[in-house]
């Protein structure tokens, strides 16, 4: 990791991230990569986050669906956990709730593969500062 | 296409599950099924105009739909491409009917300012704090900002805080800055405590890099390069995270010597807590950070003179230094123009109890305690009836319906009789005892206390037995005079923000409820039916069938009757374990 | 210093800024009362931990009542300290207080003393509302050779933790648990026996109830003093005579060796001797011991190690013994003059006497509690017989004269007995600070120079100062002389002769600050330094009308070495006279 020595090298680093870069150095293709995360906080992890982030990663890879599978914090859900964030390509984000095992199985195969929402939807309620 | 029907709990109580299979029936009818799919989704949070139908990929938001409006939706909308202007919301203020969900007033309700980043960046990798302007705002600062300038920007922010107290944090850090000494010290305060209460815990998990960034602008303000965050050490996933923070913002160099170039250097280190409520308080947390017991002990001196090893220190909140890089960013005026005079920004709060959606919120200041609970929260469990919500922890007090129209903010609640707190928020439904409520939270106190002072350390178990001797149906009347003056006097003479605040549950319950307390004392009743020694289990003769299988399961031999014969429970002998009542298949055993 | 006007009840009143509301009270001849507080300024002692609240007043403009001990005034405050606000509260927290403490009151050894009972009284608690229902806090009883731990009737004012911690930097006492079970304790709640405990007694000399106390042995005198078998022999030591009036409602500073000597005889002791006695014994070992080291420090031996600690006082050996145990060789090895009192009085006097060393009992009245444990120390008794059967402290001596119903104030004033009741003004003053080593050079300076001094008082080695030190010339050599009292001071000294860095070629240490007269078994002084004060003047008075000054001067010593002894430092006097010191720190130990 190259230090940051100014301003203006923190500026850059800002830039190239938003851009995607990270992406980019994950697939050749980056516009028609599947992106989810999962809310892997406290509330998460003790209602099976980190089981259904396993499975995600890689029954995604098994399946051969290129997808990039991070951890996130807690989406204030509590209610719903565990909880997980799709990004399809040129999609908007949704967020589904209670994602055990099955429902992730349920998610990869209708959701990723189709595009064909699933039951458990968690519709956004609050307004963000972007 | 889409529909959304809302599965929440407020929404499934009124037959929601019912409008789901009414749709698809008629979508099957129209062989429709195939290229529309109705999906069952969480809360909107909208719970009091339910149930939701929302209509993807238009956005139309039908609210307080029935099972027969299910034909209406997919006739016109569905069929003909027509919104049944019926079921559009209306909007209460400006009486035009809104049809685009994202245009709804009550998206607005919640505002993410200091959980901007909680649920959408990866917290172990700076790189995507950084990518969201992360550091940007300590970028500027320390390169084109005098200290000084930047605690103005702090004080006309007017953000308070969020630990509790709400003191205007531009004033600690500019009288921490004011101090002069050769060491100074920023210390995070994250010994979260409250019970149910988590938001400094996931904003760490979430976002540990915007606290880590807030502490560096901080000490750039009061000239100090070396920070501490007291973190519990029951946070093992926050602790986790904040060392990964640490390091990858070290390896950039955003923390150390020169940062950024500049002559600024700041890193922080982490101390443990061993989990004692009291060492939230900041000169017991200054005092267990010493090496030395947590407990409080007087101020003046305050920490911003003589803290951590009798240096000034600047303590504030997980919460508030969460907002802080983002009030950086888009400045004073933005912060200042969101919340009510007084009270600048949003809170989170930890939405628990009996409550649909139990989870962690951001609201702005100014919000009510309706909206909370009853949109954004999903209204009471099971259509039960709200009884009362408290807020502010173990310190708070206890709300009513009269109070729910108040604009949540730091002094409506304390004039309301209770207190913001760190945020927890229990709300509780007409099964709760307010009087046992309160016992509960001075069991709290009780074992939480540090024992220092005499009125909290004596004086909060003496108000403890008392309510309990009243659950147990032991009271008199003249007790609850007792209760209030040791109340009030644990208030007036308590060392620390514990005791000061510690009697606020017996006093807002006696306040609030007090035909509850009245009725435990003199008619030995608990109309909530939550305090067991008050209790008497009864048979109603008319369901009783004889089948003897009450009797056979009492564990004293308390029931008695003949076979096919009505039942009886002699109350003197029964414990009121209520088995004979899980056993019972004719509803016939009842508890009053 | 600025100048600070304010108003309590109603009067102006003008204190230098930092004065605290009770001081500025008091110049206005208010007396708020106070519990937890404790000042002893001329020792630097000073316990506010702002604890009790008892001493809460009503200051404008403030939310709280504000403690009153540790509050500082501020210009144009307005206070308010017997308001009915005040008053409720004072009384609220003191019936809290009196709810956790147990009401054995007829048999508490403290009774008459105790400042609990005091502001009872004083605030008029006549009943404890809730007593039925009241649980109490409770703890195992913790005896050990010297003090009795009965935290039952702790009260949390934490003067034994300041003493213990802050002034005698011991350690062994401080605050564990937490809410209604904190009380103080040594660590792991372990046994005194087990911590780092010197037995100085200062935490019992402190504690306002009767949860810290001495190990009362007047039973065990009694019952010796009946036996006809025995001879019993009694010794005082020199601070005894300076307080002992005090329990009798004399004057501080009263000297009663004469009474005192009387009511001795009238309680049937069969010789009543003096510790003095044995005090110009010491003076002749340790100055011969002081002389011989430093002649061989001149003559250049490396192994004679300078500088030369006196060791009279238990507790300061005991601390060593724990804390220094690798400078276990430096302090003379001279005995205390209680344990050379022993060592004579059963050998030389009892051969002299023809009683069998079984059948004579030495009892030793001392100001000090380590005493007790001292002479049950192994290394001082010859086959299982100790050179001191029992050792009673002042206050014990005080209440068996009153159990005997003697009037003490009107008794005549008597003789010791001889030999061993014969001294010199020199081991008078071993009961003060700076005494012992104030007396060692009255000898010193005679043997090494041969010359007589001009003048015996010392008044650069007198004084309340924590550490003085001071260079006499002999004859040529200065001789560096360094004081200290209290262990806190003591550890100062300490840790410059542990690093090779002291200047000084002897050091008087005493455990106690004040010395032996503010002693851990003497009257209790509440808290008012003027009371030591006085006993150390009292001391240097008796020393002034004493016709001898010098212990190489006393007569009876001299016999004592032509008879019996030979000469300072013989072979005999090394086996009876001398002792050797060992390495504790393993003594501590810590059970689970």
């Keep these: ?82 909880t997980i964030e799709v990004t399809l390509p040129g999609q908007n984000p949704v967020v589904y709730g209670e994602v055990d095992i099955r429902k992730a199985d349920e998610i990869i195969e209708k959701y990723i593969k189709t595009g064909e929402l699933v039951n458990g939807i968690i519709p956004q309620n609050y307004e963000t500062i972007d | ?287 267990s950070m010493e090496g030395l017991r947590g407990e409080p002990t007087l101020k003046p001196p305050f920490p911003s003179e003589s803290g951590y090893n009798g240096k000034p220190t600047n303590v504030n909140n997980v919460e508030t230094l969460a907002n802080i890089p983002v009030i950086y960013l888009k400045g004073a005026k933005w912060f200042s123009s ?255 | 210093m600025s100048k600070i006007k304010l108003t309590i009840d109603n009067r102006q009143v003008e204190v230098e800024s930092g004065t605290t509301i009770y001081k500025a009270a008091r110049e206005l001849g208010i007396d708020i009362p106070v519990l937890c507080y404790m000042d002893l300024h001329d020792l630097n002692i000073e316990n506010k931990p702002a604890g009790c609240r008892i001493c809460v007043v009503e200051v404008e403009g403030r939310r709280n009542l504000a403690p009153s001990c540790s509050t500082n005034c501020e210009e144009g405050m307005v206070v308010k300290s017997h308001s009915v606000r005040v008053l409720n509260a004072r009384r609220t927290v003191m019936e809290f207080i009196l709810s956790d403490h147990p009401k054995e009151c007829l048999t508490c050894l403290k009774s008459g003393h105790c400042e609990l009972q005091d502001m009872a009284v004083k605030l008029g608690i006549r009943e404890i509302p809730g007593e039925a229902i009241a649980e109490m806090s409770t703890y195992r009883l913790d005896t050990s050779p010297s003090i009795v731990r009965n935290l039952d009737k702790c009260i949390m004012c934490r003067r034994c933790e300041t003493m213990c911690n802050d002034i005698q930097t011991v350690g062994a006492l401080s605050a564990i648990h937490r809410g209604f079970m904190a009380v103080v304790a040594p660590a792991f709640e372990q046994n005194l026996e087990h911590s780092t405990c010197t037995y100085c007694g200062q935490c019992v000399a402190v504690c306002p109830t009767g949860a ?110 724990t804390n220094f145990p690798e400078l276990k060789d430096v302090p003379s090895t001279a005995k205390s003059p209680q344990q050379m009192f022993g060592a004579i009085a059963k050998t030389y006097f009892a051969e002299k006497q ?18 007790k444990y001292e002479c049950q120390r192994e290394e001082f008794s010859t086959d299982g017989n100790p050179d001191v059967d029992i050792s009673i402290s002042t206050r014990e001596l005080a209440a068996f004269i009153r159990q005997a119903n003697i009037d003490f104030k009107t008794l005549p004033d008597e003789e010791f007995d001889n030999p061993m009741g014969e001294s010199t003004g020199a081991g008078v003053i071993f009961g003060t600070t700076g005494g012992v080593i104030e007396a060692a050079v009255r000898t010193a300076y005679e043997l090494h120079t041969g010359k007589k001094l001009e003048k015996v008082d010392f008044e650069q080695l007198r004084g309340l100062e924590g550490v003085r030190e001071a260079s006499i010339d002999f004859n040529g050599l200065e001789l560096r002389i360094g004081i200290a009292h209290g262990l806190g001071n003591a550890r100062k000294l300490l840790n410059d002769v542990r690093d090779g860095k002291s200047k000084y070629h002897a050091i008087e240490i005493m455990a106690c600050p004040g010395g032996c007269i503010g002693g851990g078994g003497q009257p209790f002084h509440h808290g008012k330094s003027e009371i030591l004060k006085a006993r150390a003047s009292a001391l240097y008075r008796e020393d002034q009308d004493k016709p001898i000054r010098k212990s190489h001067e006393n007569p009876f010593i001299k016999v004592l070495y032509d008879e019996f002894l030979g000469e300072p430092n013989s072979e005999k006097a090394h086996k009876l006279l001398h002792t050797h010191y060992f390495d504790k720190k393993k003594r501590i130990t810590i059970k689970q």
């Design chain 1, 1 to 82: 990791m190259e230090k940051v020595k100014s301003l203006a090298d923190l500026k850059k680093i800002s830039e190239s991230f938003k851009k995607g870069i990270d992406l980019r150095e994950k697939s050749s293709h980056p516009d028609d990569i599947v992106q989810v995360k999962v809310a892997m906080a406290t509330c998460g992890i003790a209602s099976g986050a980190k089981e259904t982030m396993e499975y995600l990663s890689s029954e995604l890879e098994k399946r051969g669906i290129e997808a990039i599978v991070t951890q996130t914090g807690c989406m204030g859900y509590c209610y719903a956990e565990p």
């Design chain 2, 1 to 287: 296409m889409h529909l959304l029907v809302c599965g929440g709990t407020g929404c499934r109580a009124s037959e929601s599950a019912g409008i789901e299979a009414k749709l698809k029936s008629e979508l099957e009818k129209r062989s429709l099924d195939q290229s529309v799919q109705v999906i069952s989704t969480g809360c909107f949070g909208f719970c009091e105009k339910g149930p939701i139908v929302k209509v993807m990929p238009d956005n139309t938001f039908y609210t307080q739909v029935t099972p027969a409006d299910a034909e209406t939706i997919v006739a016109e909308h569905v069929v003909k491409g027509r919104r049944v202007e019926s079921l559009i919301y209306t909007d209460p203020s400006s009486k035009e009917k809104v049809e685009e969900s994202a245009k709804m007033g009550f998206y607005k309700k919640q505002l993410r300012i200091a959980l901007r980043n909680c649920g959408f960046i990866n917290p172990e990798n700076v790189d995507e704090y950084i990518a969201r302007d992360g550091y940007l705002a300590l970028g500027n600062i320390i390169t084109g900002m005098k200290p000084q300038e930047a605690i103005e920007i702090m004080k006309e922010s007017g953000l308070r805080g969020r630990g509790g107290a709400g003191f205007p944090t531009g004033l600690k850090w500019d009288l921490t800055a004011r101090t002069e000494a050769d060491q100074k010290y920023v210390v995070c305060n994250a010994d979260e405590g409250d019970p149910g209460a988590f938001m400094d815990r996931s904003i760490l998990e979430g976002d540990p890099h915007s606290v880590l960034e807030a502490m560096a602008i901080c000490g750039y303000c009061i000239g100090s390069d070396k920070g501490l965050i007291y973190i519990r050490a029951e946070y093992p996933l926050a602790i986790e995270r904040l060392k990964i923070a640490l390091s990858q913002a070290r390896e950039y160099g955003l923390l150390g010597n020169n940062i950024m170039g500049t002559e600024f250097s700041f890193d922080i280190e982490l101390r443990y807590g061993a989990g004692a409520f009291v060492c939230g308080e900041e000169t017991a947390l200054i005092h």
């Design chain 2, 338 to 592: 969101i919340g009510t005079e007084k009270s600048k920004g949003t809170k989170v709060f930890a939405l628990a109890g009996k409550i649909n959606n139990v989870g962690l919120i951001e609201v702005p200041m100014g919000t009510t305690l309706r909206e909370v609970i009853f949109e954004i929260g999903g209204g009471i469990k099971d259509g039960k009836k709200f009884k009362s919500v408290q807020t502010g922890g173990p310190s708070g007090g206890c709300l009513t319906e009269k109070h729910l129209d108040t604009p949540i903010d730091f002094d409506n609640l304390i004039a309301a009789g209770s207190m913001m707190g760190s945020g927890g928020m229990i709300v509780m439904d007409e099964d709760d005892c307010m009087v046992s409520m309160a016992r509960y939270y001075l069991e709290f106190t009780v074992e939480e206390s540090c024992g220092k002072c005499a009125p909290c350390r004596i004086g909060n178990k003496r108000l403890h037995e008392l309510l309990d001797h009243i659950c147990k149906g032991n009271g008199k009347l003249e007790d609850l005079d007792r209760l209030v003056n040791m109340s009030n006097v644990i208030k007036d003479t308590s060392l620390c923000g514990l005791g000061q605040s510690s009697p606020n549950p017996v006093l807002s319950t006696i306040n609030n409820f007090k035909d509850e307390y009245d009725a435990h004392v003199t008619d030995k009743k608990c109309p909530a039916g939550q305090c067991r020694d008050l209790m008497e289990y009864f048979i109603i003769e008319e369901n009783c069938v004889g089948c003897t299988a009450c009797a056979r399961v009492c564990p004293v031999a308390a029931i008695t009757g003949e076979r096919k014969e009505p039942h009886l429970i002699n109350p003197a002998i029964c414990i009121k374990c209520g088995a004979c009542m899980e056993k019972c298949k004719f509803d016939a055993i009842i508890i009053q």
């Design chain 3, 212 to 321: 810290l106390t001495e190990v009362n042995h007047t039973n065990e005198v009694l019952r010796h003093l009946a036996d006809p078998s025995k001879t019993v022999v009694v010794q005082t030591a020199p601070a005894v005579r300076a307080a002992l009036g005090e329990e009798f409602g004399m004057e501080p500073g009263e000297l009663v060796t004469g009474k005192m000597v009387s009511a001795l005889r009238s309680l049937g002791f069969d010789f009543v001797f003096d510790t003095d006695f044995a005090a110009d014994l010491t003076i002749m070992e340790e100055a011969t011991e002081l002389l011989s080291r430093l002649q061989n420090h001149l003559e250049g031996d490396g192994t004679a190690r300078l500088p030369i600690l006196t060791s009279c006082c238990p507790g300061w050996v005991n601390f060593f013994e």
């Design chain 3, 354 to 371: 023809n009683i069998k060393r079984e059948d004579m009992i030495v009892v030793s009245v001392m100001p000090c509690l380590a005493k």
